[in-house]
């Protein structure tokens, strides 16, 4: 699910849906919210998602995990903008989302593999 991390919005582990927009939910007040959809990683749902999630497997992205929520999310919210992303843009999109396990390289190569997905889909 989606995890506390930084508390700074450093990290974003915490990632998730507000509208079509990503937002790290540890410094986002509910008062902030208004009527805003928000969606967390156990919410996503659709061809998307289910074309990121299966990238991460195929690819064995996770190393111990703790980012991945945070990671799929925004990667999903890049897809749905940008149908085929640049290394530059898919490295803009995460710039915010950490990964100690540095899997870096994997989370590219998962996202071209869900936008290829999506393509032909």
């Known amino acids: 699910g989606t995890k506390y991390g930084c508390g700074i919005a450093q ?3 915490c990632t998730v849906h ?3 927009r990503t937002m790290r939910s540890c410094v986002l007040p509910v008062s902030a919210l208004g009527d805003r959809p928000v969606t967390t990683i156990e919410g996503l749902e659709g061809p998307t998602a289910a074309a990121v999630q299966k990238a991460w497997r ?3 992205v996770p190393q111990c995990g703790f980012c991945q929520s ?4 925004t990667a999903a919210v890049l897809l749905s903008k940008v149908p085929k992303p640049t290394d530059d843009d898919i490295d803009g999109a995460l710039a915010g989302n950490v990964c100690r396990c540095a899997t870096y390289v994997r989370i590219r190569a ?3 593999a ?3 997905e999506l393509s032909h889909g």
Request: contains cysteine.
């Open 110 to 112: 998962a996202v071209h």
């Open 70 to 73: 945070g990671q799929v999310m």
């Open 18 to 20: 507000v509208g079509d």
């Open 58 to 60: 195929e690819l064995d």
């Open 11 to 13: 990290c974003g582990a």
């Open 114 to 116: 869900a936008a290829e």
